[in-house]
Each structure stands twice: as C-alpha cells, then as structure tokens.
C-alpha cells in the first residue's frame, strides 16, 4: 500500500463507473432534436418475411413467416402464410429478431438516430435532460415511421447537494433525507419519468469512498419505497459490493451496474436471486475503462468493434474516435476479468440479467456497444440465446414494455434481419440486412472515412 495517500483515496482509486455516468451527463442539457410531428403520418403498409429462422424475443422458431401490417406484427410463426398483397422478402439464411432494448444509456444530441442505426430500437435511458419527455412519450406511442429509436428514462437521477450530477452548472433536483423522498419521486413522474434511478456511492465506515459526497442508506430506502408506491421501478446505480447488497437489501429492482470493485459474493447472489432483481451490468463501458494493457498484438476489445467491417461504415467519426480512445483514466478498480466473473456467478446463480451499454460513455458508441455487450455477456457464461433475451423479451417484461421485445402477433413491428444464426454465433447480430421500426424500413446512415 502506498503511505503518501490517503485511505479513501488509496480504496477510491477506480471510480470508473461513478465517473462513466458523470462523462456521460457532461452533455446531458444538449437538447434531443424536436420529433416534430412526425407521430402524424400514416404507418408503413407492411410487409412480410418468409422462411426465416425467427428469433420471438424467447425462442428460435425454424422457417418460420412473419407478417406485418400497418406498423404491427400480425402474425408469426411456422404454419403462417406469406399475404399476396405485400411485398415478400425471401429469409433463408437469415433471423429475424425483435428490434433490440439497450437497457442502460444516456440520450441527447443524436443519441437516438445513432442507436437505432443499429438496430436497437429503443432504449432505456439512465439519466438525462427530462426537457424531451413528453414529445418523446407521445411519439413512442404512434406507429408512424421514424428515423430515432424510442426512449423511455428516468430524467434526473435521485442525488445529494453536491453529489454527483450536480456539476454541470444547470439545477438538478436533490435530496437529503427520507422524508423528501416521495415529493422528489412526484415531482419525476410529474415531469414523465418512466422510472426512478438513484445514484448511490455511500463511503464506508472507515471513510472510503469517492471524493463526493452520496444519498444515504435511510434516503435510499424512502426512495425506492416512494417509487414502488407509485408502481415504479426503483434502480441503483452502484460501483462496489457493499453499497451492492445495501441497495438489494433497500428492496431496489435492480442494478445498472455489476460493481466492480470485488468479485460477487454468494451473499450478492443470494439476496439478488431472493428479491428477484435483475442486474444490467453495462460492462461494454467498465470495458472500456479498464486500464489493463491488451496482450501483445492484440486489441481493445472497444477498438476491435470500431474495427469490425459489419459496424465501422456506420458509425460516425465521433463514435470511431470514443470507441478508439484509451481509457481515460489509470484508475484500476475497473477490471473487465473481474466483472465478467461476477456475472458468471450473478447468472449461474439465477439471477436475471439486461444488456445495457452506458454509452455514449468513454469506450463506448450508442447502439454498436448493444451489440459487444451482447457479446461480453456471453463471454460471461450466456448461452447466445440467453443473451439475446437479455437485449429483448428480459427488459421489455422488466420495465413493462407491452409492445416490444418479442415478435408475436399485436406487437409493434420493430424488427431486424440478419445474415447468419445470432442464436449459435452471438456477433451475427452485427451483420444487419434490415432494420425497421414500426414496419417501416430504416435506411442507415452510413460516414465516410476521412480523407
Ligand atoms: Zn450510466
């Protein structure tokens, strides 16, 4: 241990995820761009594929028909018959798969536009400006076509005077004890939070911990309690172990991070898998933090994706330079090995887990991160399939999105078509053919590289 520093200084040294949501929200008030009125055009008339492998959002289905109309899936499933009145593309040698959920980001600027050109079709945001929720509320509800994917967010995250968040220079509503819980949880859902995030990053007894100061146990507690009140998630952004079980043992929904500081306990397990939380456990971004040198001759695995010919012509240069870019700090609490371990023991011991990026952080690029996580999870120990769901069905039945995350027939016709089986090989999900979202076709957006 090194003596010339202090305690919490020599504990703290790997904020990584603490300080991946505050690189984050640097841009957090550059607003989303206006939907407009796009929420009043027609849907698309449809369209149908036929001989596909179909992934459902649960299972594989072989040769299967899907067919959709007027913004919906109508029918899905092997003895379906192709319609004569629309168009119909052949699928063999191609899944199908529902549009994808990434269930941890933060949108502003293009945000949107840029996931879905990767076939993620809505998203799950973490924490940002609540200035586009109502626009984006109404939108999310038409089947009309459209060019971003849809978000549903928390809005502002549940944070102390001076906690973080609160650096930007823009208010941020805070709270310091209990009792203001359930008025800072109206005053969310009075703005059209979907959800309640809350950021907890206590110090220890011993005084270790990050250099800001955090919601307490007892305001975490009213917190989640306030939000589950009012039919709400309650989910907790933590980066360590202890804070971890003190989040689960609040009674919260779950996690947006794995911590990252120890390798999961049985206890975590246990008490995850006993309150039936789930665990998103972003760990494309704790990639992309990790201080450890590749091997020689190899790659960052945030650089191998920029790099890979399915993803690189579809990205834009911003994202090219985040995905390159060295970790920003030397911070070493962030350990990818780690993390991957504590997801093993998080699945194994049947604890459910969401694919969720933190992009737009350092490492990491809105919708092409979706797809290494997916990847990463597997590495973890899940099955393709099980990974798949982790991005589908998994979070659309934990946030209580009714229409999306499976294929089925009354569902919304956010689709996408890939070359190859996703269910054996998970990176086939990056070979995209199609996208469409709300059963019109999606033209991505393709930069060139400069000259
Ligand atoms: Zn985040």
């Known amino acids: ?44 008339p449809g ?96 089947l009309s076509p459209r060019a971003h994917a849809d978000r549903f967010s928390a809005g502002h995250l549940a944070t102390v005077p001076g906690g973080h968040g609160t650096q930007f220079g823009v208010p941020v509503p805070t709270l310091s004890t209990p009792a203001e819980a359930p008025a800072w949880v109206d005053a969310r859902l009075a703005e059209g939070s979907d959800f309640i995030k809350i950021a907890y990053e206590p110090r220890s007894a011993e005084g270790l911990g990050p250099p800001f100061p955090s919601i307490d146990r007892p305001t975490l507690a009213a917190l989640v309690a306030a939000a589950q009140a009012r039919q709400r998630l309650a989910v907790v952004h933590v980066s360590r172990l202890v804070p971890a079980h003190e989040a689960l043992q609040a009674g919260a929904d779950g996690l947006v991070h794995v911590h990252a500081d120890r390798v999961a306990d049985a206890e975590l397990v246990q008490l995850a898998r006993a309150r039936g939380a789930f665990v998103t456990p972003t760990l494309a971004v704790i990639a992309g933090f990790d201080p450890t040198p590749p091997a020689p001759g190899a790659r960052r695995g945030n650089a191998l994706l920029a790099a890979d010919p399915a993803v690189r012509p579809y990205l834009t240069p911003e994202q090219r330079r985040g995905l390159e870019q060295a970790p920003p700090t030397r911070l070493v609490m962030f350990r990818l090995a780690g993390a991957l371990e504590s997801v093993r023991r998080l699945h194994a011991g049947g604890v459910e887990i969401l694919a969720g990026s933190d992009a737009p ?91």
């Open 47 to 142: 369209f149908a594929v036929r001989d596909v492998r179909l992934f459902d959002g649960e299972r594989v289905v072989e040769a299967a028909t899907v067919v959709v109309r007027q913004g919906r899936v109508v029918a899905a499933g092997a003895g379906v018959a192709a319609p004569a009145d629309l168009p119909v593309i052949d699928g063999r040698g191609r899944t199908l798969l529902p549009g994808l959920i990434d269930a941890h980001v933060h949108t502003w600027g293009d945000a949107l536009a840029e996931t879905l050109n990767f076939g993620v079709t809505t998203v799950l945001d973490m924490f940002s400006d609540p200035g586009p929720h109502r626009e984006l509320r109404r939108t999310r509800e038409a």
């Open 1 to 44: 241990m090194d003596g010339t520093t202090t305690p919490h200084r020599r504990a703290w040294r790997g904020p990584a995820v603490a300080l991946a949501v505050l690189a984050a929200v640097a841009g957090l008030f550059l607003a989303l761009p206006e939907p407009g009125d796009e929420r009043l055009a027609p849907p698309a």
């Open 361 to 451: 952080n350092p490492g990491t690029a809105h919708g092409a991160s979706l797809h290494h996580e997916l990847e990463l999870l597997v590495q973890a120990g899940l099955s393709p399939l099980q990974a798949l769901r982790a991005a589908t069905s998994a979070p659309a039945r934990r946030f209580g999105l009714t229409d999306r995350g499976r294929v089925a027939a009354g569902q919304r016709a956010d689709l996408l078509l890939v070359a190859g089986d996703p269910s054996a090989d998970i990176r086939a999900t990056r070979a995209i053919e199609r996208i469409w979202k709300n059963g019109a076709a999606v033209e991505r957006r393709r930069y060139p590289e400069a000259p």
